[in-house]
């Protein structure tokens, strides 16, 4: 009813009366975790329209949930810096490191255009299991962005992955020469490779060739195939409709 009303500052203080008093309970199995987490996002939300995410991350009492929350409302609104501030903030008071709020730091940065930090990060994050291949996805990604897919194949493996990610991107950004000039390559490197056979599929798409799409079609429709060229034979089944 405060929203409602306009009282930003009134509903948020309901909103923190309620998780203060949830919280607790909560820990002691008295409270629905699913609520409780509803009901911080909520305050979470009112905090950074009032602009004061980082007021809300130091009240609350559950700060890496509410961390989680702020960076979804900060990032759709483009407030990158402070997003950023907030984990490093978060990271200090952690009592080992985590390479997790890093590696959400470098996608940060990403999103940013800040190109070299998120390039930085990524790489020093390599080494980290847990991390390494959304890492390694990530920098494919940067050097997309920079005009250098191919360089991007070349250099990250496994380079089947890295493939697939890269034919993905190009189908997103409409980019049908760099994907002609990765399946030429990759035909090379695995001339066996189902996905080629996806890949050009999109590639044909992305031309607007609707007689040859139908004809590359038809010609796998009944191969078998992995995963993503099953996909990817709906997806361009239901493309094809629209050329």
Known sequence: LAESQGDLAKAA???????????????????????????????????VERGMAQQAYDASP??????????????ERKQFELAQALIMRHQQDLPEADPWWSFELA??????GETDQAELIYRGLLTEEDVASY??????ELYFQ????????????????????????CQEHGNP?????????????APGAAD?????????QLRGERQELLKQLLA???RPASLETQRLYLEQSMLLREL
Request: overall charge negative; some cysteine; charged content about 30%.
């Open 13 to 47: 203080e309901l909103y923190k009366r309620a998780i203060d008093e949830a919280a607790p309970l909560v820990e002691k199995d008295e409270f629905d975790y699913d609520q409780f987490d509803e009901m911080l996002g909520e305050y979470c939300r009112l905090m």
């Open 62 to 75: 559950d700060p890496e949930s509410s961390l989680y929350w702020l960076l979804d409302e900060l990032t």
């Open 107 to 112: 996608s940060l940065h990403a999103q940013a």
């Open 135 to 140: 890492c390694s996805s990530g920098l494919v």
């Open 146 to 169: 920079r005009g250098q897919g191919m360089e991007a194949y070349e250099e990250f493996s496994p380079r089947g992955e890295t493939f697939v990610q890269l034919v993905r991107l």
């Open 177 to 189: 020469d760099l994907l002609e000039e990765l399946i030429a390559r990759h035909a090379e490197q």
């Open 196 to 204: 080629l056979l996806a890949a050009r599929v999109v590639a044909t």
């Open 220 to 222: 796998y429709r009944d």
